[in-house]
């Protein structure tokens, strides 16, 4: 069975400084692999996916993750945060074969201060 | 922009009562899932179908809630009965065939007060 472990549970950042969420997932077979934002009061929004080819995979909002296969990873990082970035992040996993369910982390908190 | 419909928003409740949400999944999207979330546990899986047809529900407790697709427009989620434990914000989600590409599309959630 699928596991996510999203490590940091609360982050704190100010504006401008850069970002990397970590996740971890444990699965013996191909995955499918997603981040989702949920801003504060609202629900969970896809942010981004990787399901195939480029490792490298850019979201909306200037988000962009990192598939490292070798590392069972796939953090999420931003250049530059904004204030308005500030929400509950969730990275899920999928497997790839048959019908799966994907299975969520327990979510990262990210403050971000003016 | 296609999305997931839920309702109430909103809903508090006297303990003991019974407590209905509903969820209208986006139109050629073919499995549904129920989430509950609390500061506590987080996003939890409920229970999840797939065609209409329930796959697993293994998360929910089974003696006072139960999940149900009359129909491919409608997803339900029933309380019965309520108790304060239950607070919590419940979402629905919905993914269309190729759901492993796309991903899933969460509704606005419904917050549920027991009291």
């Not at chain 2, 209409?52 to 427009?73: C, I, Q, V």
Request: with cysteine.
């Amino acid at each position: 069975a699928q596991s996510v472990s999203q490590h940091n549970h609360h982050v704190i950042l100010s504006e401008a400084a850069s970002l990397e969420l970590g996740c971890n997932y444990s699965y013996g077979g191909t995955v499918n692999l997603f981040w989702y934002v949920q801003y504060p009061g609202q629900h969970l929004q896809l942010l981004l996916k990787y399901f195939s080819g480029d490792p490298l995979v850019k979201g909306i909002k200037g988000f962009e993750a990192e598939f490292i296969k070798s590392k069972f990873s796939f953090n999420l990082r931003k250049p530059s945060v904004q204030w308005s970035d500030t929400a509950e992040y969730f990275c899920a996993v999928m497997g790839n074969t048959g019908f799966q369910k994907q299975v969520f982390g327990t979510g990262t908190r990210l403050l971000v201060s003016p | 922009d296609a999305r997931v419909t839920q309702t109430p928003r909103h809903k508090v409740t006297e303990m003991g009562q019974e407590v209905t949400m509903r969820c209208q999944p986006i139109l050629g999207h073919n499995t549904v899932f129920w989430y509950r979330q609390t500061m506590m546990q987080g996003l939890e899986l409920l229970a999840y179908f797939r065609n209409r047809a329930p796959l697993d529900d293994s998360g929910m407790p089974k003696d006072r809630f139960s999940a149900e697709m009359p129909d491919a427009t409608l997803a339900t989620l029933k309380i019965q009965p309520s108790e304060p434990r239950d607070s919590a914000v419940y979402f629905c989600a919905s993914g269309p065939p190729g759901q492993k590409i796309y991903g899933y599309t969460f509704g606005s959630g419904t917050r549920l007060t027991v009291v």
